[in-house]
């Protein structure tokens, strides 16, 4: 499991699972589920694109990512967010089915797309992964007052000179990058799945902006290491171990906040 | 005369056995999901719609697995997510969306599960790309009676429940007030949503029948503001571009090199480009509000 073919692997895992934390965390404050959901199910005909005209798989993610980013934040103008969101899905999902289909070769790598592979990370791969989630953490940190606080209350936001407008779109972006490098290993699928489990258990479990992204991470690396190593030693897809992992995080985080909900109310009966 | 028509509709276009049974599936899934669409983007349910057609897959998945029927399993495995989604029922808008997401995940991850056990147990490779994407001209003609009788049943409810329905997916406080029961007005909806997604993901796959159920209703409520007017509209639209798609992919044997374009792609194009469209009156409709307010100001 740890053997010299298999540590590319951790290391890229380790990687998606720290930006998954880290922008996780404002996915579930923001309310972005769908957004998050889209934006890698849209990327992914980008690989197929990519392999159609024959270019490295990660320039025609980042293209369509870009799309996604821009499809979105443009029809939301005149659209309901979750319409517009809809909308640039389907439309980047069906340029999906038409470049899998002019190249018949590449159906045996749908599957792993979709629902992620970690088993085949060369060494050439780590650098540009390791790039991006470079930029996409510190994007995050960078924007991480203005973000906090437009997050809380686009009031507040507003009243001190954050453009709602302009965070969203930045924030969208950052999403973006994180989907890039992400998708080849957890999958299109699940990439989202990644970012919301660990990072609503972190929001249930604390209050403090700073200690639920620690947490998040966390979280979101030790489903990642078991979710690789689960798949290592069963051969199932990990995607299938990140997503009930994920919703497991949730459901724990839940019966953990309505114990102590009913501790505390406990407590206060006894001292009243 | 005869050359235009012959020139598009390629030759056995009227003939062919998967052709007729792709426009009845295709155009029943069509209007039946472009009705519910409607009403899922006035109550803001895009997410859900996509998220029961996603979670469906899982069934698609199984039934291939067991060898039964495939409209079964898309079927059973919505109407269990659209519970499930209930069953955690939370009543503010960002928790539904959220929790929306774990069910999503957790469903997504049984697919991912479900289409390797068919990979490796039964050498279906093309089974990933059937379930998600769709196989238009591959479905069975025995699917279509227990299909339409899918389709009807949900628009005779939607027919039954419609003041209701409408009513509280504008305005549930109001809808409350008259004595509308919201809480299950919303679980029927959520279960008529659950079938028709399911309609669609068996024609166009499940990841593309979001085109179906949103695409349509975007693009009629753009241009009519009536609920009734925009629900026959949107089901005109998607009447439309599946057939449009339908005949599209099947001509295009002839202009492409081996095998033709597939149906889904078809079909998305036309959706997006018909809500582009619809953009435009309102875009101009705006400008001359714009100049004339100028107008009066100068």
């Not at chain 2, 059937?130 to 003609?141: H, K, L, R, T």
């Not at chain 2, 009788?149 to 409810?157: A, E, F, K, M, Y």
């Not at chain 2, 593309?208 to 009519?224: C, E, F, K, M, Q």
């Not at chain 2, 374009?261 to 619809?278: D, E, H, R």
Request: net charge positive; with cysteine.
């Amino acid at each position: 499991m740890f053997s010299s073919f298999m540590l590319n692997s951790w290391i890229v895992a380790s990687l998606v699972a720290i930006v998954a934390g880290v922008t996780g965390l404002f996915v579930v404050i923001r309310a972005n589920t769908f957004a998050a959901h889209a934006l890698p199910l849209g990327t992914f005909p980008g690989a197929a694109g990519a392999a159609l005209i024959g270019v490295n798989e990660l320039w025609g993610l980042i293209v369509f990512a870009a799309l996604g980013v821009l499809g979105i934040s443009q029809l939301s103008r005149h659209q309901r967010n979750d319409v517009a969101t809809a909308l640039t899905l389907i439309t980047l999902l069906g340029l999906g089915t038409l470049f899998l289909s002019l190249s018949s070769e590449y159906s045996q790598g749908v599957y792993a797309l979709l629902f992620g592979e970690v088993l085949g990370v060369s060494r050439s791969e780590i650098a540009p992964v390791a790039l991006l989630s470079a930029a996409a953490i510190g994007l995050t940190i960078l924007l991480f007052r203005p973000l906090l606080l437009s997050s809380v209350s686009e009031d507040l936001g507003a009243a001190r000179g954050v453009s709602n407008a302009r965070i969203e779109l930045l924030f969208l972006a950052v999403l973006g990058l994180a989907t890039a490098m992400a998708l080849p290993v957890v999958g299109a699928l699940l990439v989202f799945s990644l970012m919301l489990g660990p990072a609503s258990a972190a929001r249930l479990l604390t209050d403090r902006p700073l200690r639920a992204m620690l947490l998040s991470v966390g979280i979101a690396l030790a489903t990642v290491w078991a979710a690789l190593a689960l798949s290592y030693t069963t051969n199932w897809p990990v995607g299938f171990f990140v997503g009930t992992l994920a919703a497991l995080c949730y459901g724990l985080g839940r019966g953990w906040a309505r114990a102590r909900t009913a501790l505390s109310i406990h407590k206060l009966a006894r001292a009243g | 005369m005869n050359d235009l028509i012959s020139a598009v509709f390629a030759a056995g276009f009227f003939d062919s056995d998967p052709v007729h049974t792709a426009m009845v599936i295709g155009g029943g899934a069509a209007i039946v999901s472009a009705m519910i669409g409607v009403f899922t983007i006035i109550r803001g349910q895009s997410f859900a719609g996509h998220a029961l057609a996603d979670v469906s897959s899982a069934g698609g998945a199984a039934s291939f697995l067991l060898g039964v029927n495939p409209m079964f399993g898309f079927l059973g495995m919505a109407v269990l997510a659209a519970g499930a989604m209930e069953l955690v029922g939370v009543r503010r808008a960002r928790e539904r969306d959220l929790v929306t997401g774990i069910v999503l995940g957790a469903g997504l991850g049984l697919t991912a599960l479900l289409l390797y056990f068919d990979v490796t147990t039964r050498s279906t490779t093309g089974a990933a790309i059937s379930v998600m994407f769709g196989s238009m001209f591959a479905i069975p003609a025995a699917i279509i009676p227990p299909a339409l009788l899918v389709g009807s049943g949900v628009i005779l409810v939607a027919a039954v429940i419609y003041r209701p329905l409408l009513l509280s997916s504008l305005n549930s406080t109001l809808a409350e007030a008259q004595g509308v029961n919201v809480r299950l007005v919303g679980l029927v909806h959520l279960l008529m949503l659950s079938l028709a997604v399911t309609l669609s993901a068996m024609t166009i796959g499940a990841i593309l029948s979001t085109a179906l159920l949103i695409g349509p209703a975007a693009a009629a409520l753009r241009l009519v503001k009536r609920p009734g007017l925009a629900i026959g509209l949107a089901a005109l639209i998607g009447l439309g571009s599946v057939w449009g798609g339908i005949l599209l992919a099947y001509d295009s044997y002839d202009w492409t090199p081996g095998h033709g374009w597939p149906v889904s792609f078809f079909i998305v194009t036309i959706i997006f480009a018909v809500y582009l469209l619809t953009g435009l009156p309102g875009r101009r409709a705006r400008r001359s509000a714009m100049m004339s307010r100028s107008a009066e100001a100068a």
